[in-house]
């Protein structure tokens, strides 16, 4: 059974990944931030209900030695690290000139750096055990297109894709392919943030900026946690093995590029 680690898995699109690849029958480390354990904890007794064997971990992505205790953690209680999915983020909805250093670093943080742990800690552990692995990155439609208002959010998410093409070239030697997701509009917390955020600042109503993206969805619907889990599913499977370095667009139809 190979072993899958997804970080930000206390909710949202992490949470909806986690209990997928626990269907698939991964064994699952699950973790978050300290601040989100009631809800991690809930999110792994879900997963462990498909009949795997399940952990949840504490830790924050932008910090090394954090990162570093999640893969320990991860081997040492499950056997090995064989699938990670780099999923936690933050967003950022603000006019770039309203933007200080500091915010734009805490965003670079988590979203870039983050990735960039635990891209490069998973792929030490998986070098080691010598098996090859699957490591998987959220980027996001902001990653394909700079986004007025999440212009820092998009920056870092361009910066994963490019994480990812040269990670997949670095560790293809060693049997390890990394892909990223691409979702559009997911309705998570984030966004529900996003859109309050986008209201006060343009004077709309809450509901009204989401609703204005959303009409530009080809598909006609918002995303679910479930529609991003699914590529997961199969990026983090052997159906994907011939593919390495992509950032794969989930987004209902709201890029073609
Ligand atoms: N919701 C959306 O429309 C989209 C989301 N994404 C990306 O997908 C990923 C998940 O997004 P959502 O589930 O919507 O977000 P969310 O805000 O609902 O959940 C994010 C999770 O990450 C955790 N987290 C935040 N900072 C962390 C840190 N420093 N260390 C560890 N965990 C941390 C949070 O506690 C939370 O549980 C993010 O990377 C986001 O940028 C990409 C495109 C669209
Ligand atoms: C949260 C996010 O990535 C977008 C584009 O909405």
């Known amino acids: 059974m190979t072993v899958a680690h997804v970080t930000g898995a206390a909710r949202g699109i992490g949470r909806a990944i986690a ?11 699950l973790s978050d931030l300290p601040s989100m354990s009631a809800e991690l904890e809930a999110t792994r007794q ?21 990162v570093r205790a999640l893969v320990a953690d991860t081997a040492e209680r499950l056997g ?19 933007v200080s250093p500091q915010e734009y670093d805490r965003v670079h943080a988590v979203n870039g750096r983050g990735v960039f742990l635990c891209y490069t800690e998973a792929a030490r552990q998986m070098i080691a055990q010598g098996s090859g692995g699957k490591i ?26 490019a994480l990812t093409q040269a990670a997949a070239q670095e560790w293809a030697p060693h ?15 984030m966004w529900v943030e996003i859109d309050r955020d986008l209201g006060a600042i343009n004077g709309v109503d809450t509901g009204e900026s989401m609703r ?11 995303s ?13 499977g052997p159906d994907s093995d011939y593919m390495t370095g992509q950032s794969v667009l989930v987004d209902g139809g709201m890029l073609f590029v």
């Not at 698939?24 to 480390?29: K, P, T």
């Not at 090995?80 to 309203?98: E, F, H, P, W, Y």
């Open 175 to 189: 049997g390890i392919t990394v892909n990223a997701y691409c979702p559009g509009i997911v309705d998570t917390a």
């Open 80 to 98: 090995s690290l064989d699938v990670m999915v780099a999923n936690a983020g933050i967003a950022q909805t603000k006019a770039l000139l309203d």
């Open 19 to 29: 209990l997928r690849l626990a269907q698939d029958g991964h064994n699952v480390a």
């Open 46 to 66: 879900e997963a462990q209900a498909h009949g795997v064997r399940s952990v949840a971990l504490h830790g924050d992505v932008s910090d090394l030695a954090s």
């Open 224 to 236: 679910t946690g479930d529609d991003v889990a699914k590529l997961v599913s199969f990026l983090a």
């Open 212 to 222: 204005e993206m959303a009409a530009g969805i080809t598909l006609g619907r918002v």
């Open 136 to 161: 998987i990155g959220a980027a996001s439609i902001a990653g394909h297109k700079g986004f007025a208002l999440l212009g820092v959010y998009s920056s870092s998410k361009f910066a994963v894709r």
